[in-house]
């Protein structure tokens, strides 16, 4: 169901905004340690989809022309933001960095020795509607994608995965231990510069968002703890406890990212909310779509381990549709697939089941429910590409 009107380019909306994003994490990524620089960076080397940065723009544009609360100045804090990152560090070995590179030779500590103006400073003002991003509003999305990528570090741990963006996953290439490192380093870079964004209400969203990463990645080691469709503490449905973990792992970041993004802005209350209910539920779909893909695509067209989630011995929603089909898939869910055969077997009474088509159903509600929560916006370039994108999570292939 296509909406009427031409399909908006984004890379003309926001292209030159994205264009710096590596860079920019390249610059706030920078250790005196030549390893962990590399595993630091590692997965920056491959074309990451930069679907959050992205989303977190296009509201930063979307929201522009809704009410404000606070004025904020499209000057403000441009020094603390991009402040070089080094000389706040205890222990900074300068010879080392940018691989043994003299560290004054980066545009951005240029940029704090001469006065001229960092690109990052500037705020775009886009043509033809107006629409603006505020330097930190870039910040934010370069500080979401750390976190991102910190995660998937950690992930690629514990999944024991062997690949991600096609290439070979950072435990693969440098063993778990500093891959687990390399993603607390990303954390902490990431950390400094949400410090730097001297913003105490998108400090503490972010922040959340990390505790609630965890919080996803733990309510799936205990996955398949479940007794007669019910959780074994009993408070909620085998279902209820599957959304509430994919709004941890995937929607409370895209959600609080939206909101950050509107909330630097000086919005209102009331468009920080919409920002915040169109995140959750492109989240949402998102990790829906994820879970579908599992089963219908192979590792090659997904760039990472595809029919993994029953090997992990993880239910998710196509499994749990299909166990309204076939019962007998309970004691399967709740032994984790862990006896031989379970994995096919599942694998197949999914496949003959509903469950993937249900799982699209309810993945296509909450993009309805995200574009309901952006039709309230102002028009503008951003909220049409916003839709178009929505629209878009529903046939993506990777
Ligand atoms: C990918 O899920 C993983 C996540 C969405 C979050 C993982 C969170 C942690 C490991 C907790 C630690 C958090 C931080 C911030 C360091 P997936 O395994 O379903 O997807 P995949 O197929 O892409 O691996
Ligand atoms: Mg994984
Ligand atoms: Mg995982």
Not at 266 to 274: L, S
Not at 282 to 302: C, P, W
Request: net charge negative; charged share 25%.
């Amino acid at each position: 169901e296509k909406k009427g009107g031409p399909i908006v380019d984004t890379q003309q909306l926001v292209g030159d905004d994205l264009k710096d994003l590596k860079n920019n994490i390249r610059n706030l990524l920078g250790s005196g340690h030549p390893m962990l620089d590399t595993v630091s960076k590692y997965y920056f080397q491959a074309d990451g989809k930069h679907i959050r940065p992205l989303i977190i723009l296009l509201i930063a544009q979307a929201t522009s022309l809704a009410p404000k609360k606070v004025h904020v100045s499209i000057k403000d804090s441009y020094e603390e933001i991009d402040m070089p990152i080094s000389e706040l560090s205890d222990f900074y070995i300068p010879t080392l960095h940018n691989n043994g590179s003299d560290p004054s030779s980066t545009s951005r500590t240029n940029t704090a020795a001469t006065g001229a103006v960092n690109p990052i400073y500037t705020p775009r003002i886009h043509a033809p509607d107006n629409t603006i991003i505020l330097p930190s509003q870039r910040r934010l999305g370069e500080i979401v994608e750390m976190i991102h990528t910190a995660s998937l570090l950690h992930d690629d741990v514990i999944d024991m995965a062997d690949k991600r963006r096609n290439l070979l996953s950072a435990n693969e290439s440098f063993g778990n231990k500093m891959a687990v490192l390399g993603g607390d380093f990303l954390l902490a870079r990431a950390s400094i510069a949400l410090a730097r964004l001297r913003n105490h209400e998108v400090t503490e969203l972010i922040s959340t968002v990390i505790a609630n990463l965890v919080e996803g990645e733990f309510m799936q080691l205990r996955n398949g703890q479940v007794e007669n469709g019910r959780n074994r503490n009993g408070s909620m449905t085998t279902f209820e406890y599957y959304m509430e973990k994919t709004y941890m792992k995937t929607a409370s970041l895209i959600s609080k990212s939206c909101r950050s993004s509107a909330v630097l802005g000086g919005a209102t209350d009331e468009v920080c909310d919409i920002a915040y209910t169109y995140g959750k539920n492109i989240g949402l779909a998102f990790q829906l779509v994820d879970d579908m893909l599992d089963f219908t695509v192979t590792s090659d067209e997904f760039g990472k381990p595809a029919g993994a989630d029953l090997k992990l011995g993880l239910a998710t929603a196509p499994v749990l549709f299909a166990w309204e089909e076939y019962p007998e898939l309970g004691k399967l869910i709740k032994r984790n697939f862990d006896q031989e055969g379970d994995v096919e077997v599942a694998w197949g009474l999914v496949l003959k089941s509903q469950g993937l088509a249900q799982t699209r159903k309810l993945a296509q509600s909450h993009c309805q429910k995200a574009i309901s929560a952006l039709s309230q916006l102002p028009d503008s370039q951003a909220k049409t590409a916003l839709i178009q994108l929505t629209e878009k999570v529903l046939d993506r292939k990777k």
